[in-house]
């Protein structure tokens, strides 16, 4: 590169990173009055936008949430946490991906169950349903987390294991039940002790936790999904904002968490350092595992540029919520964007998460 080249490049450099910072400020500007005019208008109760570029960060609440460090029903970005805990037994050589789930159900059998291993579980290719045909009236009944699972055991399964794709509450259900064999400890206990203390998240908890109930912020149920009564009155003893939903800590679905510390999940994985999990462990989870012409799934993350908002590279890895939630991260540009709101994920298309989080995806571009 010759002197003149060098020079007009330093001069690109000067101006378009004050340019450029100028345009991503707006870009969160805009996402922050996305969520301010959803919760003006009473469509959205409450938001929260907590992004992470590269050594900057920037956070916002709105309508019901006093503060960034509101609680929200994170709906099934639960998963992923739920899934780290278990792998934390994967690192100890407790068990391997390809290990049929017969070896710790020995009773999970007949019509092809023989052959489900821990990766069809943890990638959505099992052929289990993604919530029980029973699933309102176990509910209804207040039923425990044992009773999901023994359906889970009998559940018919959709096709022969490994050849398609079919998204599953009750994968991940049994799969996480895994852990509480190899432990003989309850999951709720085990993403407390594998996940929130060592990744200090401090504002999380699989269920209700030790957290006072009127700590959390309460879900908008009308719209809701069917699995959780989908409005109707009659479905407030067991939907979202139930104390029996609160408590039983659902690994599909059941974890409380402020939008900084999803943030701290996210970040343990996208810089791949001192963590929960080991570092090849850590790359496994946040990576296809499917084979071509199926969904890409990491393990318990979906994976891949549909895992983000517009723009996202392929390495990224994220979860969305039916509560209303949305996190993603993009080693590409170095960002995190979490949006976690109130109003059910089916209630408006647009929803406001996902605008919001477009502006995010938009302005780290550059």
């Known amino acids: 590169m010759n002197r003149r080249t060098f020079v007009q490049c330093s001069l690109v450099s000067v101006v378009t990173t004050p340019l450029l910072a100028a345009l991503q ?4 500007e805009t996402a922050d009055q996305i969520l301010s005019d959803a ?5 959205v109760n409450s938001a929260v936008i907590h992004v992470i570029h590269r050594d900057s960060a920037h956070s916002r609440s709105f309508g019901g949430a006093k503060s960034t460090d509101a609680r929200f029903l994170l709906g099934s970005i639960t998963k992923p946490i739920c899934v780290a805990a278990l792998m934390h037994y994967y690192d100890r050589g407790d068990f391997s991906l390809d290990d049929r789930l017969q070896k710790f159900l020995p009773q999970f059998t007949g019509d092809g169950r023989e052959v489900v291993t821990l990766r069809h579980l943890l990638t959505h290719t099992s052929g289990l349903p993604d919530q029980l045909p029973e699933n309102n009236e176990l509910r209804k009944q207040h039923a425990g987390l044992s ?3 023994a359906g889970a055991i009998r559940a018919r399964l959709s096709f022969t294991p490994g050849t398609k794709y079919q998204y599953s509450s009750m994968g991940i ?3 996480t039940h895994v852990a509480e064999l190899i432990s003989k400890t309850g999951i709720l206990e085990l993403v407390d002790r594998h ?3 060592p990744l200090k998240m401090t504002r999380s908890s699989l269920g209700l936790g030790t957290f006072d109930p009127m700590d959390l912020i309460p879900s908008q149920t009308e719209f809701a999904a069917p699995e959780a009564g989908a409005g109707d009155p009659s479905a ?3 939907d979202w904002n139930s104390p029996y939903w609160r408590k039983l800590g659902a690994p599909w679905g059941g974890a409380f968490c402020s939008a900084p510390d999803v943030g701290k999940f996210l970040a343990a994985f996208l810089r791949n350092q001192e963590g929960p999990l080991k570092p090849s462990t850590v790359q496994m989870m946040e990576t296809n595992q499917n084979p071509t012409g199926l969904t890409p799934r990491g393990l318990g993350f979906n994976v891949g540029m549909s895992a983000g908002s517009a723009g996202c590279s392929e390495r990224t890895y994220g979860h969305t919520g039916s509560t209303g939630t949305l996190c993603w991260a993009d080693p590409a540009t170095e960002t995190i964007c979490v949006v976690l709101t109130s109003l059910p994920a089916t209630a408006v298309k647009p929803h ?3 605008l919001a ?4 995806a938009d302005a780290v571009q550059g």
């Open 25 to 28: 400020k707006q870009a969160f």
């Open 39 to 43: 919760t003006t208008i009473k469509v």
């Open 357 to 360: 989080a477009a502006k995010i």
């Open 195 to 197: 996940v929130f203390r």
């Open 236 to 238: 407030r003893d067991w």
């Open 173 to 175: 259900l049994l799969a």
């Open 147 to 149: 009773d999901f699972v």
């Open 352 to 354: 406001p998460r996902d």
